[in-house]
Nanobody
């Protein structure tokens, strides 16, 4: 089992950048692929990005490709989401999660979730 705590959210102007962090507890962190999801008010939680257990493979939603970068540090038990060129439509609560199922892209393949961190992008 793994516990996840996100940080780094905040208010930023369009075009700006933020770096989210997700700190994991538990010695099994490095055995999990990790993902970031987001949920805007009135919308379903959606996939943003994912990284394999080794960090060697990454996956992105089309809406963030080229702007966001996911990475992980298995020594520090932390996964990151660097967000550049932010847009108002990126406004949401961002969640990190540990993958236990087969798909990188479906929320139901992730069993462990953090509490979320709010990102607000003003126009």
């Amino acid at each position: 089992q793994v516990q996840l705590v996100e940080s780094g959210g905040g208010l930023v102007q369009a075009g700006g950048s933020l770096r989210l962090s997700c700190a994991a507890s538990g010695r099994t962190f490095r055995s999990y692929a990790m993902g970031w999801f987001r949920q805007a008010p009135g919308k379903e939680r959606e996939f943003v990005a994912a990284v394999s257990w080794s960090g060697g493979s990454t996956y992105y939603a089309d809406s963030v490709k080229g702007r966001f970068t996911i990475s992980r540090d298995n020594i520090k038990n932390t996964v990151y989401l660097q967000m550049n060129s932010l847009k108002p439509e990126d406004t949401a609560v961002y969640y990190c999660a540990a993958k236990t199922g087969s798909s990188y892209f479906r929320r139901y393949d992730y069993d462990y979730w953090g509490q979320g961190t709010q990102v607000t992008v003003s126009s």
